[in-house]
């Protein structure tokens, strides 16, 4: 007999052609090789179609004979040697000429998360066709994964609905044992009557990370150093990111209860001395270690011996403590996982809105609902303990003032204060659980050393530059080798750039210096974004500047939104199908387009979340049953279980995405009630509401009216300083002018009081006035007695000398009758030096009142 097979090509659907004949593999040379030729080998070895026809030994030269030459098929033929050539065995070639294919493959998983999850469809040599889930098994799902290079099957769905536009299913169903090499391969039944009994399309989800366990002194139980079987190999774990939480999901996996503890310290390896450097990132309420978030790009070196240990509770149920809320660590204590005893309804943490799960807002999920903790007191302290118990490294920033944006639901801790070394952020020293004096524009958040980004680098290409990672704060760039197609078509998909791409070393040197972080780069099939891709650990230059990686990638992925990119969850989300536009069937957008949710689950607290999240008011009523009419497309969520308080439906529990059991007969509705709030404009894009209004209860008016108020606030408080001003400045002048007025007609009355005791001699008499009957008693300082003036001549210039003697002894006579006490305070006016030779008293008196400040 004659056999063909495909090898070097990295699958069974893809490598060079080789055909055994006479004990012997040979090849075909490429002469004439064309996309024909490659139609006939890809449809016999039942690996769909033909997408390529390689030529000049691309993937490797082979060896032994040349069976074919000069190739000519029609694209019909059921065998390759059937098609005309030069003739078997003869040809003009060596093997830098043998020829290859790549192959669609016979089966494929298709609308999932990369390429290793999804709906199962095989190739008829036409188009790719559903297989129903009916009579579907785990061993057929363990030979799918096995043949994609997708490691094991972790799970098996079914009911997800056909496509309504394509009613066509795969007309028999396999019955593998679970050994077989591909699906190709398995026994096939035909349906009775060419009609498969089924609920919808059989869905796979495979992994790497599928079997775990615990080994101690050869033997696995409930206690040991922690081990996964990667690539058909038991690998121990590094302890430097084993968290207390993947314990707990590890003892779950295995039927051992929950984690007491991970004791740290070195451990014997058995079966040699590799230790896996992936991070898993559990919450600890996942069933298995595969549902974790999981990050195998870097990684710390890891030193002989410290592995990765859990010790699980066993069958026991009763010997787990409860949680309590009060419970927290005393302050300065050295508490850690080692010690700390998991609650039997433990708590969740996770970090949200930061672009991974190692940056965000601080949320824990406790009674029901996601809450946050409050930014007073929040440290660098507080966020070592956040990053550690996720597994996150250090933290790098403590957040405050709700720099990832508010957070909904209960404000937990507040005015926290840890030392640092705390096992989980509950326990540490705070107010009390739930007590605060916050809101949520006060929310936490963090930024651990574990927090990666990706971009391109480039001044004046769309889809091509500079590749780059941010990793322990610092963008530097990722270093070339050994990187191949797999890994280039993921880092183009991750960026959005498109499914495909190259890697381009013509390029010139680049300028400037920045870290090489990271080398080794190995991505794997199961591998849905860089972070899960194996790479030597993380080191500031782990290459020459000559080795960084520059990408070109082609295409374009799926729209991430349904308008302009980047887009906020509430323009991701719509009603269809209402008497309003705050009622109607639910849809979300994902993988670039709009589907339904299916109406299992579907209460009022869901209905709640969508109300909310599109600004509708508060929900009336959860509809089920499709009651505004069956949608169209996928069916993207099933089992949503939101708690009525999360911000949006993003937030909520449910099934994987596409992964349901329903027909759109079951689609989810909801009524709100009230009218749509308008979006604020952003670069994102926003969703047209209708508003009757627009120019002046939008954002930008309502801040316009507001600014305006405050203007209009200013300067009536100004107008009212400056008349208040004006007022006084009058008040003053008028009492100034008044008081200089008195003090004159004072000044003239002295005068001429002083003129009457001191007059001439023709004018005096002996005899006092009939009111000044005791005038002769009053002494005046500095004038002769009376009997004397009659009898002695003065001469003019002492005259005027007297008279100006007097008046200054009769003013200083007033001051002291006005203010009889020597040490008491004088009133403002009179606050002149005495005797001053040289001003006038009233002069000083007057000149005095210009300072004077009125309040």
């Not at 080795?547 to 729209?559: L, N």
């Not at 801040?703 to 408080?717: A, D, K, Q, T």
Request: a negative charge; charged letters at 20%.
């Amino acid at each position: 007999p004659i056999f063909l097979r495909l090898v070097d090509g990295g699958g069974p659907c893809t490598g060079r052609v080789e055909i055994l004949d006479q004990g012997s593999w040979g090849t075909i040379c490429d002469d004439g090789w064309d996309l024909e030729d490659a139609r006939v080998v890809c449809r016999q070895l039942g690996c769909g179609e033909a997408l390529n026809a390689l030529q000049f030994a691309e993937l490797g030269q082979g060896s032994g004979p040349i069976w074919l030459d000069e190739l000519n098929c029609g694209g019909k033929e059921s065998h390759v040697w059937r098609c005309p050539s030069q003739g078997w065995g003869r040809h003009d070639c060596g093997h830098k000429e043998d020829a290859g294919v790549v192959c669609s493959g016979f089966v494929r998983l298709a609308g999932g998360e990369g390429l290793c999850s999804g709906r199962v469809e095989v190739h008829s040599g036409e188009d790719w066709t559903p297989v129903s889930d009916g009579n579907f098994t785990l061993p057929t799902a363990q030979v799918i994964c096995a043949e994609l290079g997708c490691g094991k099957a972790v799970s098996v769905l079914g009911h997800m609905p056909f496509k309504e536009s394509d009613g066509r299913v795969w007309a028999e169903e396999f019955r593998c044992e679970g050994e077989e090499p591909k699906l190709w391969s398995c026994p096939r039944v035909p349906c009775p009557g060419g009609t498969c009994h089924h609920s919808g399309v059989a869905q796979v989800v495979c992994s790497v990370y599928a079997e775990a366990r615990l080994v101690t002194n050869g033997s696995s139980w409930c206690e040991g150093q922690v081990e996964m079987n990667i690539s058909g190999r038991w690998i121990a774990l590094c302890a430097s990111h084993w968290s207390l939480a993947n314990a707990n999901v590890v003892c779950r996996q295995l039927g051992c209860g929950v984690a007491i503890s991970t004791p740290r310290g070195p451990r014997f390896v058995e079966g040699g001395d590799q230790i896996s450097t992936v991070r898993f990132h559990c919450s600890g309420a996942e069933s298995f270690l595969w549902m974790c978030p999981v990050t195998a790009l870097g990684g710390l070196d890891c030193s002989h011996g410290n592995t990765a240990y859990a010790i699980c509770s066993g069958n026991q149920t009763q010997a787990l403590p409860q949680c309590n809320d009060s419970l927290s660590e005393p302050a300065g204590s050295a508490a850690s996982e080692e010690s700390a005893l998991y609650c039997s309804d433990s708590r969740q943490l996770r970090l949200v809105e930061g672009g991974s799960h190692c940056a965000g807002r601080v949320e824990i999920f406790d009674q029901g609902s996601w809450g946050t903790i409050c930014d007073d007191g929040w440290d660098l302290d507080d966020a070592h303990v956040v990053c550690r118990q996720l597994g996150c490294g250090e933290a790098l920033n403590a957040t405050g003032s709700a720099h990832f944006g508010a957070g909904s639901g209960p404000i937990w801790l507040d005015d926290l204060n840890c030392t640092g070394n705390e096992s989980h952020v509950w326990r540490c020293p705070s107010r009390g659980w739930g007590r605060h004096d916050c809101r949520h524009k006060e929310d936490a958040g963090v930024i651990c050393s574990e927090f990666l980004a990706l971009r391109m680098v480039s001044e004046d290409q769309q889809c091509a530059g500079w590749l780059e990672v941010f990793y322990n704060g610092t963008w530097g760039s990722v270093c070339r080798s050994p990187m191949e197609d797999i890994t280039v078509s993921i880092i183009c998909r991750q960026l959005g750039y498109g499914d495909s791409g190259s890697l381009n070393s013509s390029v010139a040197l680049r300028e400037g210096s920045r870290p090489h972080w990271v080398d080794g780069i190995q991505c794997r099939k199961t591998d849905t974004s860089l972070w899960q891709c194996p790479s030597d650990s993380w080191n500031y230059n782990s290459c020459s500047p000559k080795e960084e990686a520059y990408i070109s990638c082609a295409g374009r992925r799926p729209k991430s939104c349904p308008t302009a990119a980047p887009c906020t969850d509430r323009e991701k989300l719509q009603l269809r199908g209402g008497d309003s536009e705050c009622s109607g069937r639910v849809e979300v957008w994902h993988s670039g387009s709009w589907g339904t949710v299916c109406d299992d689950s579907w209460s009022l607290a869901e209905a709640e979340v969508v109300c909310q999240q599109l600004g509708c008011g508060p929900a009336l009523e959860a509809m089920q049953g499709a009651e505004f009419g069956p949608g169209n497309g996928s069916i993207w969520l099933d089992e949503v279980r939101c708690g009525g308080r999360e911000s949006s439906l993003w937030d909520c529990a449910a099934e994987p995405w596409g992964q349901s059991d329903c027909k759109h007969e079951e689609d989810a509705g909801v009524r709100c009630s009230g009218a749509r709030t308008t979006l604020a404009p952003s670069t994102a894009g926003t969703r047209t509401t209708s508003n009757p209004l627009p120019g002046i209860f939008s954002l930008p008016g309502v801040l316009c009216l507001i600014l305006g108020s405050l203007l209009f606030l200013v300067l009536i408080i100004l107008v009212t300083q400056l008349l208040r001003w004006r007022a006084e400045r009058r008040a003053l002048s008028s009492y100034e002018d008044a008081l200089a007025e008195a003090v004159y007609e004072e000044l003239d009355y002295l005068v001429t009081q002083k003129e009457g005791l001191l007059g001439s001699p023709d004018q005096r008499t002996d005899a006092p006035g009939e009111d000044y009957d005791d005038a002769e008693e009053v002494p005046v300082p500095g004038t002769p007695p009376a009997s004397q003036g009659s009898e002695a001549e003065v001469p003019p210039e002492k005259e005027y000398q007297m008279r100006s003697s007097q008046t200054r002894s009769s003013l200083n006579v007033s001051r002291e009758e006005a203010n009889p006490g020597e040490g008491e305070e004088r009133p403002w006016l009179l606050q002149g030096e005495k005797g001053d030779p040289e001003y006038d008293d009233v002069e000083l008196s007057v000149q005095g009142t210009s300072t004077v400040t009125f309040w």
